[in-house]
């Protein structure tokens, strides 16, 4: 159901309404019960992959659009919409990486670009993203520079007319083997570290922007992640996103995001896993009973629906906090650790309780299970989540001592 009064009349099939609490409190609430059932129509099966009907499609439905201003083709959803919705893809389509695609999309590579671009390049390149006209990535890392973004070596050479060159390499780019346009980012100053980076907006198939193959993963093979050699590519000054220098700013505040929001489709996921399992516990029987009836088995089961919750009020917490204007960057990291590890946690349980069936592809939980583990480092791995939240807390200052009276 369109909500077009609301909506300021932008196009798009995705229903209306969510606060933070009621997404929070509501497993089943409409947003994200009528996502899963479109994306379990709409949306590939296992394998399928990406193409740019698929594309296409979740770009009618809303999806690319639900967090961009309605005066440029979006939703302007709120951050708990936009995670219900994200939450009902991962429950109804079982093509964990095309959902993964949307996300990162969308919390990346949009949040970004919607936060610093000028009007011209929001013009140029978030309009068409939203209509699914143009996939976009989200370029940082590099062969040796993942979270230490202060040690990118992609370079950004001023030229005599205000354009800069681009020269470098960047690894790991989900959707980079098939991107329209990507956000690079690169060091204008390696005197200045951090504050040296600068943030750039191009066209993926410019002249001396060339792509690797797509990397062969463990999981999620269905979103493409790829190499970005940039051989002295020319960019105007019109293609710098934000400011000179504020690259690592526009850095940090889409990551948070990603953190913090991406890890809403993992959550639909896990609900997914848990009822295979509940399934697979009724009908297996066993010395003349269900396997639900062992204790070994629902008490597993259970410990399952404890993850799964406690992950999910973690995700919601810390979009009510932005959506109060409050920083989520502790509850961003707790929701990512909790949410990626508990999601290898209860894949691994799936197969346990699919026993000998659940290590084939047949039942289709293993494959959750290596969807499951690419969690533990994108966005940061899982130490790196410990480490921002210990500093965050203070825990590696030492304690100031009494003055002696």
């Not at 933070?20 to 409409?30: C, K, Q, T």
């Not at 083997?177 to 956000?183: A, K, N, Q, R, S």
């Not at 002249?207 to 960019?235: N, S, Y």
């Not at 690592?248 to 896993?273: K, N, T």
């Amino acid at each position: 159901m369109v909500d077009d009064e609301r909506r300021g009349g932008a196009s798009s099939d995705v229903p209306a309404g969510a606060t933070a609490f009621e997404a929070m409190l509501d497993l089943a609430h409409p947003l994200k019960v009528e996502a899963a059932a479109w994306a379990a129509t709409e949306l590939p099966g296992a394998g399928s992959g990406i193409d740019r009907d698929v594309w296409r499609r979740a770009a009618t439905w809303g999806v690319q659009g639900l967090l961009v201003p309605t005066a440029l083709g979006g939703g302007a959803r709120s951050i708990s919409e936009a995670l219900l919705v994200f939450e009902g893809l991962g429950l109804g389509c079982v093509d964990n990486g095309v959902v993964f695609a949307l996300a990162s999309q969308v919390f990346a590579m949009q949040r970004a670009l919607t936060s610093a671009g000028s009007p011209a390049q929001l013009e140029r390149w978030l309009r068409p993203l939203v209509a699914g006209e143009l996939i976009g990535s989200f370029a940082m890392s590099e062969p040796d520079a993942g979270s230490d973004t202060a040690s990118i070596t992609t370079t950004a050479t001023a030229l005599d007319d205000g354009g800069y060159r681009l020269d470098g390499v960047k690894s790991w780019v989900t959707l980079g083997p098939i991107c329209d346009v990507v956000i690079v980012f690169a060091t204008t100053d390696p005197a200045k570290g951090r504050w040296g980076i600068t943030a750039f907006v191009l066209d993926a198939n410019s002249p001396g922007l060339r792509r690797g193959p797509v990397v062969a993963k463990m999981g999620l093979g269905t979103c493409p992640f790829g190499t970005l050699e940039l051989d002295g590519v020319v960019v105007g000054p019109d293609a710098v996103l934000g400011a000179v220098g504020a690259g690592a700013a526009i850095f940090a505040d889409a990551v948070e995001s990603e953190r913090a929001y991406l890890y809403a489709a993992p959550l639909g996921a896990m609900e997914r896993v848990i009822d295979a399992s509940i399934r697979r516990a009724r009908e297996r029987r066993q010395f003349g009973a269900p396997i639900g009836t062992f204790q070994a088995v629902s008490h597993r089961i259970v410990e399952m629906k404890l993850r799964h919750e406690a992950a999910r009020l973690l995700v919601y917490k810390a979009a009510a906090l932005a959506e109060r204007g409050e920083s989520v960057a502790v509850a961003a990291a707790l929701a990512k650790l909790q949410t990626s590890e508990m999601s290898v946690v209860s894949a691994l349980d799936a197969i346990r309780i699919h026993g000998a069936e659940g290590y084939t592809e047949a039942a289709g939980v293993e494959a959750e299970l290596r969807d499951a583990i690419g969690g533990l480092a994108f966005s940061g791995t899982s130490d790196i989540q410990r480490n921002l939240v210990a500093r965050l807390l203070g825990v590696d200052r030492p304690a100031r001592r009494r003055a002696r009276g």
